[in-house]
Structure formats: structure tokens, C-alpha cells
């Protein structure tokens, strides 16, 4: 069974840091990709951060490039998400999905909230 966990949420003040961690579970790295997405009340979902289990291949838009980095632990079956300097913009509910292309995703984590204080 294929299973997505997200960890790592929580309240922190503009220009701090916090680790998200998505563990996962039922499915091989070959082959497939895993992103972070995130939703802030009233918008819409959207993703941040992609990165290929096969070739650590990784995507950032633009928002968050040099402030977060998506990597993989492969001995840990994790995908983590560091992210700094943060924003108040950067507050949401942060979600991992895992799919076996870009844009198909599959299989969906929880979501974790992470509050970006002023």
C-alpha cells in the first residue's frame, strides 16, 4: 500500500526556519517523482517544490527558490523540505504527493500547517 506521511508543521516567526519531512512507503524511488504543495486559506493549491527519485532532478518556483530545498534521504524513505527565511506568504498547509510523472500525482500525504507569524 502506498503511503505518504508529512511531518514537520508548525508556527514560526518571519525569517525563520522550519523542516518538512514526508515519509513514504509501498513504492519504489525508480520511477517516480515527489512534490510539495501547499494551500493557503481562500487560494488555491499549488505546488512548490518537485524532485525526481530517480535522478534527484529538482523544480522551485519562483517564490521560494534560494529559500527552500526539496532532498531526498533514500536510507530514510524521506523526502524533506527545508525552508528558510520564511514569509508570512509562506503560511499554508503544506501537502507531499507522489506520482509516477510530473503533474500526475497519485497518491497524496496529510497535510501539516505551517503559520508564518509577523
Known amino acids: 500500500e502506498v503511503q505518504l506521511q508529512a511531518s514537520g508543521g508548525g508556527l514560526v516567526q518571519v525569517g525563520g526556519s522550519l523542516r518538512l519531512s514526508c515519509t513514504k512507503s509501498?513504492?519504489?524511488?525508480?520511477?517516480?517523482?515527489i512534490a510539495w504543495f501547499r494551500q493557503a486559506p481562500g487560494k488555491e493549491r499549488e505546488g512548490v517544490s518537485v524532485i525526481n527519485l530517480s535522478d534527484s532532478s529538482t523544480y522551485y518556483i519562483e517564490s521560494v527558490k534560494g529559500r527552500f530545498t526539496i532532498s531526498h534521504d533514500k536510507a530514510r524513505n524521506t523526502v524533506a523540505l527545508q525552508m528558510r527565511s520564511l514569509e508570512p506568504e509562506d503560511t499554508a498547509v503544506y501537502y507531499c504527493?507522489?506520482?509516477?510523472?510530473?503533474?500526475?500525482?497519485?497518491?497524496w500525504g496529510n497535510g501539516t500547517q505551517v503559520t508564518v507569524s509577523s
Open positions: 504527493a507522489a506520482g509516477r510523472d510530473y503533474g500526475v500525482w497519485g497518491h
Open positions: 509501498g513504492f519504489p524511488n525508480d520511477g517516480y517523482v
